[in-house]
C-alpha cells in the first residue's frame, strides 16, 4: 500500500482506527471499537491542499441482556448488537505550514464528503433483525504527520456524521487513527 519516492506531491496511508460512538450509534452499541482500519490517498493540487479517498472499516459490537420495545410490549434476553460501518469517500485537506520535505511535522485539517454502508444488526435467541443502508454524510478532521527515516507517522481525530437513511436515524462516532504514509 505505502508507495516510495521523496520528491512527488502525492501519498498513500494506511491507520489502525479506533472508534468511540456517540448519539444513535451509542444507544444502539454502547462500546468502543478496536476493530477499524483505513486506507488514504491523498495528492497536492496546490502547496496548502490536497484532494484524494478514503476507504475504512469500523465494527461495533456489544453483548449483554438489554430491555427492547417491540410492537405491542418489550422483550428482554441476551442479545448481540452489531454495527459494520464502511466509508467510502473523497477528501480535501489543508496544510498551514506544507512542510513535505522537511524534518518538521505538518498539521493539517480536512473535510470529508462521504458515502456510508452501514448494517445494523440485533441478534436475539434464534432470530437476527438486520438494517442495511447507505447513508451519506460528512466528516471534519484534525491530524498531523511526523517524519521518521524513510515513512511518516500519521495521528488524527475525525467526527463521523451519517444522515439518517430509510429506517435508520443519524449515526455518529469519534475515530482516532494511527498510521503511516509515504509521500511520494
Known amino acids: 500500500v505505502l508507495a516510495t519516492g521523496a520528491y512527488a506531491d502525492s501519498f498513500m496511508a494506511i491507520t489502525y482506527d479506533v472508534s468511540a460512538p456517540l448519539g444513535n450509534t451509542r444507544d444502539f452499541v454502547g462500546t468502543a471499537s478496536w476493530r477499524g482500519l483505513s486506507v488514504e490517498g491523498r495528492s497536492f493540487f496546490k502547496p496548502n491542499w ?3 479517498f478514503n476507504f475504512g472499516w469500523t465494527t461495533f459490537s456489544e ?8 410492537e405491542n410490549g418489550q422483550v428482554s434476553g441476551n442479545q448481540f448488537r452489531l454495527v459494520y460501518a464502511v466509508p467510502v469517500l473523497a477528501t480535501l485537506h489543508y496544510y498551514p505550514n506544507p512542510n513535505k520535505y522537511s524534518d518538521k511535522e505538518m498539521h ?3 473535510i470529508v464528503a462521504r458515502a456510508y454502508e452501514r448494517e445494523n444488526e440485533l441478534q436475539r435467541g434464534f432470530y437476527a433483525f438486520t438494517e442495511n443502508n447507505w447513508h451519506f454524510g460528512f466528516c471534519p478532521e484534525y491530524g498531523f504527520m511526523v517524519p521518521a527515516e524513510t515513512v511518516f507517522f500519521m495521528f488524527n481525530i475525525k467526527y463521523n456524521y451519517a444522515f439518517s437513511s430509510g429506517e435508520v436515524d443519524a449515526q455518529s462516532y469519534f475515530t482516532l487513527r494511527v498510521g503511516v504514509s509515504d509521500i511520494c
Open 50 to 52: 490536497s484532494a484524494g
Open 63 to 70: 453483548s449483554g441482556t438489554r430491555l427492547s420495545e417491540i
Open 108 to 110: 493539517y485539517v480536512g
